[in-house]
């Protein structure tokens, strides 16, 4: 990605009345940060995966630098591309009996 070069583009479509917003997919912080650095428009959004099983955001810089910039994240595959109610891998059957106490806690909470 040629940042200016890219930044010039989204900013002419904002501006065209193409984009109302502007939104990014899968960006690194760094990225985020180098692109914004060109933007005349704030980025609004970037989708990112998160799910039980991909937590990586939580602790790679992802959703910390979405509130200091006033983002967003959009969230895909959120039940992990469909593994988490269809695989049979051992962790992932583990990931899934644990969300399924939970649940039952929170609706047992909600009848009492």
């Known amino acids: 990605m040629d940042p200016g070069e890219t930044a ?3 900013d002419e479509l904002v501006a ?3 984009y109302g917003h502007i939104g ?3 960006l ?3 990225r985020i940060n180098l692109l914004s650095s060109k933007l005349g428009n704030p ?3 970037n989708q ?3 799910s039980p099983l991909h937590l990586n955001p939580r602790s790679d810089g992802t959703f910390d630098a979405a509130i200091l ?3 967003r994240p959009m969230l895909w595959a959120p039940i992990g591309g469909g593994s988490l109610l269809t695989s049979n891998d051992e962790r992932i ?3 899934r009996l644990e969300l399924s106490r939970i649940a039952k806690k929170i609706r047992a909470r909600r009848r009492g």
């Open 69 to 71: 910039a006033g983002y």
């Open 43 to 45: 980025i609004v959004t």
């Open 93 to 95: 059957a583990n990931i």
């Open 28 to 30: 690194s912080v760094s």
């Open 48 to 50: 990112i995966e998160f």
């Open 8 to 10: 010039m583009a989204l």
């Open 24 to 26: 990014v997919s899968n």
């Open 16 to 18: 065209e009345g193409i």
